[in-house]
């Protein structure tokens, strides 16, 4: 059974940082692509950031370019997102997901964690 378990999450300041793990079982994690999306209140879930399934590539929404960098460990089946710079429009339920990447878009399972809260705030 596929399953995601997101953890990280807290409370920070605006300009702090965080690192987000999620860890991942019931697939052959080494052979897809990651993705981490995060859901704001009362907005639709966004896609955030993308790691191919050997960490060679990876990209970002617009938001979070030079502040995020998402990166993978496939011998412990967990993809990392490491948020600086925080502002408090990030803060969402962050979620990661598996799948494929084909050019902008990113087709992921139809499973999701409990996600991790970030709280951005002073």
């Known amino acids: 059974q596929v399953q995601f378990v997101e953890s990280g999450g807290g409370l920070v300041q605006p300009g702090g940082s965080l690192r987000l793990s999620c860890t991942a079982s019931?697939?052959?994690?080494?052979?897809?692509?990651m993705s981490w999306y995060r859901q704001a209140p009362g907005k639709e879930r966004e896609l955030v950031a993308i790691i191919t399934s050997t960490g060679g590539s990876t990209k970002y929404t617009d938001s979070v370019k030079g502040r995020f960098t998402i990166s993978r460990d496939n011998a412990k089946n967990t993809v990392y997102l490491q948020m600086n710079s925080l502002k408090p429009e990030d803060t969402a339920v962050y979620y990661c997901?598996?799948?494929?990447?084909?050019?902008?878009?990113?087709?992921?399972?139809?499973?999701w964690g409990k996600g991790t809260l970030v709280s951005v705030s002073s």
């Open positions: 019931g697939f052959s994690f080494s052979h897809y692509d």
């Open positions: 997901n598996a799948g494929s990447w084909y050019g902008k878009d990113f087709y992921g399972m139809d499973y």
